[in-house]
Structure formats: C-alpha cells, structure tokens
C-alpha cells in the first residue's frame, strides 16, 4: 500500500450527461507505485488530460474513488482540496506555466512561498533545483527571456519545490523542438532515478514514448494497454 | 506580485492611476472652491453686514418700530468697550421707510450712520463707486447703492424724498441729495440700503444721542461666542446675537455646500469606480489562464481574491496621493493670486452675496473623509473582479 502513490477506482467521467453524454474516461482502474516513469499515451481525444486532471484533483470523477498516498480525494472539499494539491501534487503544464512578471527564481520558489516555507528553506532549495535542471545562471531572468525548453525546465523546477509526492505533466513537451524536448526528457529522467521522483506525463510524441519506463495506452476513456518497458538505456 | 503586475501592461496601469489621480485633483479643486467660497461669503458677512455681534432692543427685531432703541448709546459703549476682545462699536440707526422720485417710489432701510466709524465697521468706504460719502459740512447728504440708483435713475447730486415714521408714529418727509453710489457683494441690500448721517436722521426721528443697532467687532473670529456670553450677562434687557445669529442663511449655507461638495466627490468617484471596474475586469479577463494556472497549483482562492484587490489597492495608493498634491499645489497656488470667477457672472455671483475673486482654501479638514471614499470606491470596485477571478476554474483556464 505505501509505495502506491496513485490508486483509481472504477473512475469515469462523462460529460454533457444531459445532453449527448461523452465518456471521456470510462472505468479506469490504474496504480502507479512510488518512483515510477509513465507515460499516458493515445489519441487526441482519448481522455489524456481528463485522467490527468482528476488525478490532480482538478477535477471530480462521476464515479469511483481516486486515493492519494491513501487519501480519497473525492470526499474532499474545494478548500482542502486546494491545500491537497499545493502539498501533494506537483504541476507541469503544456503552456502558460510560469507568470511572465516573476523571474524563474520567483516562479519556482511560488510553491515554497504559499506554503510558507522560510527564505533560508528555500534559498537552499532554489539552488539545489537549478543546478539539477542545469539553469543557475537563469535564476533572475524572466520568463519572457527564456527559451520554451527552459521554461518547462523551470516548471519542472516548480513542481518539485514543494516535494510532491508525484508530478503530473500533460503533454510537457507539446510546444517544445526535439533538443529541447529530449534535454527535458534528460532532466525527468535523471531526477526520477537519483531522486525517485514519480512521474506521469501523457504525450503524442514517439521520442518521449520511448523514454518512459511503463507506458499506458487510452483508447475512448480505456485503459488498452499497460506495458513495462524494459530499460534499455540505464546510464553507467 | 500585484506590485509586478501593475507594470504588465503599463498603459492601462498609467490609465487607471491618472484616472484616479485626476478625479482626486476635480474633487479637492471642487471642494478647495467651495471652501473659498464659503470663507469669503463668512468675510463678506462679517467685515461688511453684520459685523461679529450685534445689539438691539428685544422687540427691535420683530417690530423694528422706531422706538425701540437701546437707550443711552454713550454708557453703554462706555461700559462694554471694558471687553477685552472688542476693537470697534458701531452705531446705527435704523429706520424703514419709503424713497420717491419723480420715477417712482421704493421700499429702503434707512441707516444713520456715522460716517468714520460706519467705513470701519462695513467698509462702506471702499464700496464707494461714485461720489465722495458723507462729507461733514454739507447737510443731507444720502449714500444709496448702485442697483436702486438704476431702478430710480438717480446720479450723484440727484434729489431724493425719503419719508419714514419718527417715534412717535408720526410720518417725516425729507430731502436728500445723493452724495455717493456704492456698490457691495450682496446685491439685494444695494437695493434695500441708504446710508445718512445719524445726527441728523436722530434729529428727524426724535432719538437724537440714540441708537437702534450697535455692531461690534472683535480681534477674532473665535472669540465670537465668549465675547456675545459677557455680552449676555453685561446687558440682561438687551437682545445680542452673533453673526451666526443674525445671518442663519450663512450658517445654512455653509452646511449645505459640505453636504453638496460630498455629492460631487461621490459622482466623481463613481465616474471613477466604472473606470476602475472595467480596466480591473480587462486585466482579469486577460490573465485567465494564468489565474487558472496558480488556482491549480494550489492557490488558495483568498490569495487570489487578495492579489486582484492588492493591485487595485497600488493603484489607487500611487494615483490618490499625485491628485491630492496638484490640488494642494493649485488650491496653494490660487489661494495667493485669488480665482476670478466674474466668467461665472457677477450679476449672478452678488445675487448670492458672493465676491467674485474667489481664494481657494485647500480642505484639509475633510481630507480624512474624502480619502475614505476613495478608498471605499477602490476597493468596491475591484470586489467584482476579485470575486470573478476566484470563480475561474482550473481546468477551464487551462484548456486550449
Ligand atoms: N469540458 C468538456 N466538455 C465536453 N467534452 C469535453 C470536455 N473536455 C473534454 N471533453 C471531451 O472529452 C474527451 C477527452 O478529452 P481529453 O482532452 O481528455 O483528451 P486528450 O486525450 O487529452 O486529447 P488530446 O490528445 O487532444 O489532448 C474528448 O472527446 C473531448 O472532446
Ligand atoms: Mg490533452
């Protein structure tokens, strides 16, 4: 049970009910244990971001339970689940992740400030995540001076300042060229094997696909397959 | 962060603060106006009417009959020049009566005056167009005003009737010749006021070495109250008031331009609020995604509602504080120089008792209240889009 971080129980989500009803996800029993690199794969329209956003409490499931760390998110009130996911749940977004008026430094630390972390916490912090995305000398540049590739770094960043029990990133690479697609892939990858960071990231992209170690197909809000893939490109 | 958004879209920003900082400097001109006004037409009363306090026969002003005098004017003045806070007793006799010419007839007051201490008291002096006044040696001379001089087409040296009841209710016809026109800021009374020599209106009505009204003056305007108390207590079977007393108009005004500079400060300031409402609203509308963004990264919706009402808060605080200082400056400056209105009309300005060269006081006393009302109208105004923003759902703003 402890290294079951994600846990879906039976979950479907329909919308327009009344009218045309869509299911855009229909029974979805998923685990992602502790330390896990997924990727959630299928065609546009299959439910990727549906499932994801109901993971991250975004969203309520019409049915079944989701159990966080062993917390059913369901029950809990828009207020507590505001502070659920400010504690538990790191965010990657495809775009419009950072606040244009802050500098990177500013937009990773906003985690840490909402949740009142102290300025020495997070002056040690700041420094430890950017040099693991490999962005120290961007701390004080805006986002607007920033390449795409470097503001998802930053998001990523983001994400991992309050110490989530995973991160959630939908479609992280959409907007990024493939260098920089695969620099990210390159951070993910390693903060996840040196720091056993869960990740679950949907995707279209066949490189990224590729670099995922369990890959979980959607078909029409279903989970088709579910496959371990054998690593084949550990480092050393 | 509000403070850093306030610098995104700089124009919009510079928009709302000029906004805000130029109903600030139209509210504090408005109420820096007003406020001249209503000192100069306080000035107006006391140094030219009715002077700080007045002294009269009880049933003097009910009746004004010409008997009811105050008695033997000389002890009294005796007496109350003891007063401390005293710098000038008038003396005058008041008598209504009729004025005919060959044009016409009108209803006039007729004040015995005399003449250095009556320039003194009403600067009647300096409200001299024409003529020379009273001059002593020549007898019958009249100072009318310059309105019923046109009403009755009199000119200097014009011969005038006056007739008017003595103490006995016996009626006094007498000719004058007019020796001065004069023309003051409160032209109803140019119409109504002729001015004579008291000796010899006393004689006419039988109360020579007597008089009706004693008008007083005092170092201060604050002294008003204390100086009519030892009044009071000084002369128990004499009727004194202050110039609030005699003028309550004034009084009534002055009340009644406060409430109305409130009105127009709460007009500008809703202006104001609609302005505000709507850049806000922009803002908001404009950064959906973004406040979809933070609201799912766990953003509590109070921080959020915060942050709009913050950066509502900055601009109002950066824009509020210029606006006062230019209405200072310009109140400060106009103060000195003096605001001619005669462009509002003169005529209409001294229907009302107004001068027309206006000095601007800079409000300070009621920049407490103003402050509060736009502090109340910032944050009224930016409760709708605070609350919109909290309103905004993740998932919606996230969703290409
Ligand atoms: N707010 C909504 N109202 C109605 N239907 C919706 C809504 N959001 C999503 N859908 C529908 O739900 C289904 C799943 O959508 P979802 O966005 O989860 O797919 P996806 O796998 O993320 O697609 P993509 O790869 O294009 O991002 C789609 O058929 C979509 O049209
Ligand atoms: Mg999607």
């Known amino acids: 049970m402890s290294d079951i971080v994600i846990d879906t129980h039976n979950i479907s989500r329909v919308y327009n009910p009344t009218t045309i009803p869509i299911y855009a996800i229909r029974n979805v029993h998923l685990h992602i244990k502790r330390g896990e690199f997924t990727a959630l794969v299928g065609p546009s329209g299959s439910g990727k971001t549906t499932l994801l956003n109901l993971i991250g409490g975004l969203d309520k499931p019409d049915e079944g339970q989701i159990f966080i760390n062993g917390t059913d998110i369901t029950t809990l009130s828009p207020g507590k689940l505001i502070d659920f996911r400010l504690h538990n749940i790191g965010f990657v977004f495809q775009s419009f992740n950072l606040i244009p008026v802050l500098t990177a430094r500013e937009n990773a630390e906003f985690i840490m400030l909402l949740q009142g972390k102290s300025k020495a916490e997070r002056g040690t912090r700041m420094k430890q995540l950017f040099n693991q995305i490999d962005l120290e000398d961007k701390m004080d540049s805006r986002p607007g001076e920033l390449s795409g590739g470097q503001q998802q770094r930053v998001a990523v960043a983001r994400a991992l300042a309050s110490k989530p029990q995973f991160v959630l990133a939908d479609e992280p690479t959409a907007n990024l060229d493939s260098k920089s697609a695969s620099n990210l892939l390159d951070i993910m990858d390693k903060l996840n094997r040196e720091e056993n960071i869960t990740f679950l990231f949907s995707t279209h992209d066949q490189r990224v696909i590729d670099r995922a170690r369990r890959v979980i197909t959607l078909v029409d809000g279903q989970v088709a397959t579910d496959t371990n893939v054998i690593d084949t490109s550990a480092p050393h | ?400």
């Open chain 2, 1 to 400: 962060m509000a403070w850093r958004n306030i610098w995104r879209n700089k124009t919009r920003s510079l928009v709302i603060m000029v906004s805000i900082a130029l109903g600030m400097f139209a509210g504090v001109a408005v109420l820096a106006l007003y406020e001249g006004m209503m000192v100069s037409r306080i000035r107006t009363v006391i140094d030219e009417e009715t002077g700080h306090i007045q002294i009269h026969h009880p049933k003097f002003s009910e009746e004004s009959e010409t008997k009811y005098t105050i008695g033997n004017s000389r002890d009294l003045i005796q007496k109350i020049k003891t007063i401390p806070e005293i710098t000038l007793i008038n003396q005058r006799q008041l008598v209504n009566g009729m004025l005919s010419t060959p044009t016409g007839t009108a209803g006039v007051q007729i004040i015995g005056v005399d003449t250095l201490t009556e320039y003194d008291f009403s600067s009647l002096k300096q409200k001299i167009r024409e003529g020379n006044g009273l001059v002593p040696d020549k007898h019958h001379q009249a100072i009318i005003g310059m309105k019923l001089a046109a009403k009755m087409k009199l000119r200097i040296g014009s011969k005038l009737v006056l007739m008017f009841n003595d103490t006995t209710n016996d009626l006094v016809t007498a000719a004058f010749r007019v020796s001065a026109i004069y023309r003051s800021t409160n032209a109803p009374l140019d119409e109504r006021l002729i001015y004579v020599s008291r000796d010899e209106l006393g004689e006419l009505i039988g109360l020579a070495g007597q008089c009706h009204q004693l008008g007083i003056k005092l170092r201060d305007d604050k002294d008003v109250e204390a100086a009519a108390r030892k009044l009071k207590s000084m002369l128990p079977g004499l009727k004194v008031q202050t110039w609030k007393d005699i003028s309550p108009e004034t009084e009534f005004m002055v009340r009644t331009v406060d409430t109305y500079s409130y009105i127009i400060m709460i007009i500008i300031m809703t202006a104001l609020a609609f302005g505000i409402l709507n850049t806000m609203l922009m803002a908001i509308m404009e950064r959906t995604r973004e406040i979809g963004m933070i609201a799912a990264l766990g953003t509590s919706r109070k921080r959020i509602f915060l942050l709009v009402l913050l950066e509502t808060a900055f601009l109002t605080l950066a824009g509020a504080p210029a606006g006062i200082l230019a209405g200072w400056l310009t109140a400060n400056y106009f103060h000195k120089t003096g605001l001619d209105l005669s462009g509002m009309g003169e005529e209409m300005m001294s229907n009302f008792g107004f001068r027309t060269l206006i000095y601007p006081e800079f409000p300070a006393e009621k920049l407490i209240p103003v402050l509060t009302i736009v502090v109340i109208t910032a944050f009224l105004s930016s409760l709708l889009p605070a609350m919109k923003a909290i309103r905004m759902k993740p998932i919606d703003a996230l969703r290409n």
